[in-house]
């Protein structure tokens, strides 16, 4: 096999991209067939169809708990490899399902796999970046990232167009094997030899440990899992509240791609102030910002007769994207900032807890829904006003310290 060569940052920026936005692609590309899957096998209460997304994220925390570990242990690339191939496995199990329960299974296997991608490229990066620059990297990472949540309703739209649900886990499945030729090809091994940990029990027992025990990292990954959580929970209703709410039927796509180019833009804006005002600031202001504004909308939602029409909730949703953009690359660059010298277990703990608690708390939103917007809204409000509790004792801690979790 040829030894890949180093390439330049531009490119290593767009294949972090693109391999953290492969599971992305495969909630988002599934969303316009949520009704049409469960239809086809045979789910009786539309909520049920929601475990499509749920157990998803499921696989995705209980997978990030291993890739990290191998890759510190056996490199980079090897996790990678082994994580991209149980996709493949979950795609073609999704893609012959005669069963819900296949489904979900293959949705399982999906996010186990996947979540190698954001593990290992989050160390990668860690590798080679820290402090601000890292927190511009990832940001500038959030932009391209932000392009398939943008495009990948419409992409399966178009697929159903065309044909059924089944062509969308086709195109899942080759798009992550062209993604694992790349990597192959062109990415360079980003972890010496030297600097491996061995692959045990008490090895990644202590990483955890340590990673837990750290009051910056434990603090902001679970600031960082209540607030993915109220994106989840979006995503969970997105198309009962769009498509079948607000009757905006095949152009639930383009709404729902609107809304994503708000989280690409203020990652650019991020990628700026980070800069300047460090990551610290500008994701307090985000939270306060999204707290207030969501309390606000709740209650101007149960004062409209009927509730709120479409553009008042798409203005609503634009803010709130808004701030998940800055929250999503800052929190993850704080709780993983103090644990450079563990990145991969570090990494993989933290994205484990942060999945599995959005996972829970996006469900939660997710069921809650009663046919108007307002549980979703009530469950920003809640996220925000519980991270910005963490927050506060994070920075408690850290002043008390003498230090700074900038």
């Known amino acids: 096999m040829k030894q890949p060569q180093q390439h330049g940052k531009g490119e290593f920026i767009c294949r972090m991209a693109v391999l953290m936005s492969l599971a992305a692609l495969a909630i988002d590309a599934v969303l316009p067939a949520l009704e049409m899957i469960g239809g086809s096998l045979g789910v009786a209460d539309g909520n049920d169809s929601q475990l499509v997304i749920s157990l998803f994220f499921v696989g995705m925390a209980c997978g990030q708990m291993l890739y990290g570990p191998v890759s510190d242990a056996f490199g980079r690339k090897p ?3 082994l994580g991209i191939f149980v996709f493949l496995g979950g795609s073609l199990v999704s893609l012959l399902a005669t069963t819900f329960t296949a489904m979900l299974v293959g949705r399982v296997l999906q996010g186990f796999g996947i979540c190698c ?3 290992v490229s989050m160390a990668m990066i860690r590798d080679t970046l820290e ?20 495009v990948a309703p419409s992409i399966g ?17 080759l798009a992550a094997a062209a993604s694992l030729v790349w990597a192959w090809r062109r990415q360079p091994e980003t972890l010496a030899v030297a600097k491996r940990r061995p692959f045990s029990a008490a ?18 990954t679970l600031a960082s899992g209540i607030i993915f959580g109220g994106f989840v929970g979006y995503l969970n209703s997105a198309q009962q509240i769009l498509q079948v709410h607000y009757g905006l039927g095949d152009l639930f796509a383009l709404y729902f791609g609107v809304l994503a180019v708000a989280i690409g833009l203020s990652s650019f804006v991020n990628a700026k102030l980070v800069m300047r005002y460090g990551v610290e600031g500008p994701s307090i202001v985000a939270l306060l910002v999204l707290a207030a504004s969501s309390l606000a909308f709740f209650l101007f939602a149960g004062a409209v007769p009927g509730g709120p029409s479409l553009w008042p909730f798409m203005a609503f949703l634009t803010l709130v994207f808004f701030c998940f953009g800055i929250l999503f690359g800052g929190f993850s660059t704080l709780a993983v900032q103090p644990m450079g010298h563990i990145a991969g277990v570090a990494t993989s703990v933290i994205s484990s807890l942060q999945t599995l608690l959005s996972a829970v708390v996006g469900g939660i939103i997710g069921w809650a829904y009663d046919g108007s917007v ?3 809204v009530a469950g920003f409000f809640f996220c925000a006003v519980a991270s910005l509790a963490m927050v506060g004792y994070v920075r408690r801690q850290t002043r008390a310290a003498g230090g700074s979790s900038r």
């Open 79 to 81: 996790a990678l490899y």
């Open 117 to 119: 991608c954001r593990v």
């Open 131 to 150: 402090g601000r620059e890292m927190a511009r990297v990832m940001s500038l990472i959030m932009v391209l990232f932000i392009v398939v949540p943008a």
């Open 157 to 173: 739209q178009l697929i159903l167009f065309c044909g059924d649900w089944r062509g969308i886990f086709l195109l899942l499945f």
């Open 203 to 220: 090895v990644i027992g202590a990483g955890i440990a340590e990673t837990l025990r750290h009051p910056v990292s434990r603090s902001y």
């Open 374 to 376: 307002r549980p979703l």
